[in-house]
């Protein structure tokens, strides 16, 4: 294939993935890397990049779109007045020492091995969203300095291990903790700039083989994939929050858990050669 044909596929296949995982983000109030990062790595493996350092760029490009989405999520919530900023401000020390690890194990990890935590951790999530119930509590209040001093690093280090915000991890937690849903939604936003900003720029120093480099990569992420999907992003969550208001969420929440279930089973199955 000619390297004309090659960014024409390159194209259509990113104007696909942003389109959807917009559309998903608005419609269910999931993070994008959730979607993003499975999306990119079977698009550059299809276009002949798959290397052992083809997740390191999945993930940093997905990490560096979340950078865009999160604090424009952010904005949009702190005028509802939804952000609880006092549980943002307490966490955001050990969110950004997690994320930063993150990065340094990420770079220095085979590609096959990120895609076995991805599929593992994705797994989990997955199971939650078709199983957790709205009632189900750990505590009637957030963690206190000692629990956030664990929790909150974990969670920007697997977040960066999986190349993904705030949602799919902190949702869940807050809500376990008694905080409203969508205050649990707006605050998770604020974790998602957290973990992105210190990460993406991490990635942008980590040296992929050039050979292995889809065009216009810098360090490991790919421009043209941050480009087009924060384009595909901005103009088609629009619709998937008039989706939600139109349709119920709820049973489309359990078919995209299974989606995310399958999509896990099939990361999981490449990563062990099966």
Sequence with gaps: MTETGLLLQMLALLIAIGGIGGVLAGL???????VLVPGFFYMFQTL?????????????????????TSVRSVLSHNKKGAVEWQVLRGWA???????VLGVLVAASLRS???????????????????LGRNHWRLADQMPGPLGRSVMSPVMGFLSVLMGIGGGSF???????HNVPIHRAVATAAGFGVL??????????FVDIASEHRPPMTIGAINL?????????????????????????PKPLKRVFAVFLILVAINMLRKALGL
């Design 224 to 248: 043209p994939a941050f480009g087009i999907v924060i384009a595909m992003t901005l103009l088609t969550a629009p619709l998937g929050v008039r989706l939600a208001h139109a349709l119920d």
């Design 48 to 68: 002949g990049y798959g290397s052992d350092q083809l997740m390191q760029i999945c993930l940093a490009t997905s990490l560096a779109t979340i950078i865009v």
């Design 170 to 176: 902190g949702v869940p937690l807050m809500s376990l």
């Design 28 to 34: 269910l109030g999931v993070g994008g890397g959730i």
């Design 195 to 204: 973990i992105a900003l210190p990460s993406a720029t991490g990635f942008l």
């Design 93 to 99: 020390p050990g969110i950004v020492v997690g994320a």
């Design 112 to 130: 096959t091995t990120l895609q076995l935590l991805f599929g593992v951790l994705a797994l989990i999530i997955g199971l939650y969203m078709a």
